[in-house]
């Protein structure tokens, strides 16, 4: 489920409907922050289309993930744990014009909520405009160059785990039976 999603600002997501996956991404464990690439990104400078692991806290990031909708967004990107790890390139418009935004951050799902085993079945229920991912595919990773060789191993690497686990990708948004395909690479 798209479950935390602004308007012009960013759209978060990343607790599987499996509670299996969910399940083995616990097993893995929190993900230390990275160190900050000021020389590619700066705070409040972000530009739309990046893709940054959620957190709450130093060495707090776990499987959620949000894709920012504007360039320059206040406040973001200040904290150790906002990294920007992949861009979209292709294909943006889906998540500004396919994900249903009315519930904005405030009266959509409540986070810890959705972490419950029923969260899919019954409680979502509530929220019936949602817009929902409905699967992943790996591919392979382009050449941009805003990335070093090194940077492009680490997000491949993060991004085949992601995949795995029931991360993301490509990704098909289900919204209205719109489906549309996202192209993410580092």
């Known amino acids: 489920a798209l479950f935390r999603c602004q308007k012009d600002i960013t759209v978060q997501f990343g607790i599987p409907k499996s509670r299996t996956k969910m399940r083995k991404w616990h097993k893995i464990g929190n993900i230390p922050d990275d160190h900050k690439r ?80 029923d969260a899919y079945t019954h409680y979502l229920k509530q929220f019936p405009k949602l817009t929902y991912m409905e699967y992943c595919n790996m591919v392979a990773p382009h050449d941009h160059s805003s990335f070093d060789f090194e940077l492009q191993q680490i997000v491949f690497s993060t991004l085949f785990v992601l995949c795995c686990i029931g991360g993301l990708v490509v990704i098909s948004l289900y919204h209205r039976k719109n489906h549309k395909n996202l192209r993410f690479t580092k």
């Open 38 to 117: 000021t020389d590619l990104f700066q705070q409040s400078h972000w530009q739309k289309g990046l893709l940054s692991f959620a957190g709450g806290g130093a060495d707090s990031r776990g499987g959620q993930i949000f894709v920012t909708l504007s360039n320059d967004i206040p406040n973001l990107g200040g904290e150790r744990w906002e990294t920007p790890f992949a861009e979209v390139v292709d294909g943006l418009q889906v998540w500004t014009d396919d994900v249903y935004f009315e519930y904005g951050d405030r009266n959509g799902p409540d986070q810890g909520r959705l972490f419950a085993d």
